[in-house]
C-alpha cells in the first residue's frame, strides 16, 4: 500500500500542551500537506511542506519535513480543547496528481 | 463562496440497488477527487480527474463503480448494484491551485447499504 502510517494513532493531552504526531511514507513526493478533521465533517487543509523545505510554521502549527527518512511531523503547540480532532497527512506524489492520506491521529484535548 | 457540494448527505438503500452521489467542486477548480472513508481502510483515493478527464482510476474497487465529470462543475460517483460492504463515507474535494495544492473537501456523503 502506498498509504503513509501516522503515529500515534491516538493521542489524549491537557489543554495547554503540546502535541506531537508524525508521519511517514514510502516514495518521493512534491509536497507533503496536514488536514484536519472533526467528527462527521470533511477534511480541512491546514499547512503544506514542499520537498526542498524542512520546517514551515502557520500559528501554533508547526511543520518538519525529512526527506532522507521520509517522514514528518505535526506540532500544535499550546493546545486547546477546539483542536480535538483527527489529524492526516497528505502526501503528493512526484509527477502525479496523486494526493495519498494517511491513517491518521485522533486527537483530544482535555479542558 | 460555496465550498464543495456534495449530495445526499445521508443515504440509507437495500443491497441490489443503484446509489448515485453527486459533487459540485469549487468554481474555478480544475481538479476534482473522489475518496473513500472507512474505520478499516481509512481514507481510499478512488478516482481524480483533471480538467474533467479521469486520469487515474485504478483505485475505484471493482466494476460496480464508475465515475463521470460531464463538465467542469459536476461528478458522479455510481455505484450498480450495491453491497452491504460499500458502506462509507464518500468524499469529494476539488483543487485549483495548480497541479498539487491544498485541496478542498465536501462534508461527505455517508452511504449504508443494508
Known amino acids: 500500500s502506498q498509504q503513509g502510517e501516522e503515529d500515534p494513532q491516538a493521542l489524549s493531552i491537557q489543554e495547554g500542551e503540546n502535541a506531537t504526531m508524525n508521519c511517514s511514507y514510502k516514495?518521493?513526493?512534491?509536497?507533503l500537506q496536514w488536514y484536519r478533521q472533526n467528527s462527521g465533517r470533511g477534511l480541512v487543509h491546514l499547512i503544506l511542506?514542499?520537498?526542498?523545505?524542512r520546517e514551515k510554521h502557520s500559528g501554533r502549527l508547526r511543520v518538519t519535513l525529512d526527506t532522507s527518512k521520509k517522514s514528518s511531523s505535526l506540532l500544535i503547540t499550546a493546545s486547546r480543547a477546539a483542536d480535538t480532532a483527527s489529524y492526516f497527512c497528505a502526501t503528493v506524489f512526484l509527477g502525479t496528481y496523486k494526493y495519498i492520506f494517511g491513517t491518521g491521529t485522533r486527537l483530544k484535548v482535555l479542558a | 463562496d460555496a465550498g464543495v457540494i456534495q449530495s445526499p448527505r445521508h443515504e440509507v438503500t437495500e443491497m441490489g440497488q443503484e446509489v448515485t452521489l453527486r459533487c459540485k467542486p469549487i468554481?474555478?477548480?480544475?481538479?476534482l477527487f473522489w475518496y473513500r472513508q472507512t474505520m478499516m481502510r481509512g481514507l481510499e483515493l478512488l478516482i481524480y480527474f483533471n480538467n474533467n478527464v479521469p486520469i487515474d482510476d485504478s483505485g475505484m474497487p471493482e466494476d460496480r463503480f464508475s465515475a463521470k465529470m460531464p463538465n467542469a462543475s459536476f461528478s458522479t460517483l455510481k455505484i450498480q448494484p450495491s453491497e452491504p460492504r460499500d458502506s462509507a463515507v464518500y468524499f469529494c474535494?476539488?483543487?485549483?491551485?495548480?497541479?498539487?495544492?491544498?485541496?478542498?473537501f465536501g462534508e461527505g456523503s455517508r452511504l449504508t447499504v443494508l
Open positions: 511542506i514542499r520537498s526542498n523545505e
Open positions: 468554481s474555478g477548480h480544475n481538479s
Open positions: 474535494a476539488s483543487s485549483g491551485t495548480g497541479v498539487t495544492g491544498e485541496l478542498f
Open positions: 516514495t518521493s513526493i512534491n509536497n
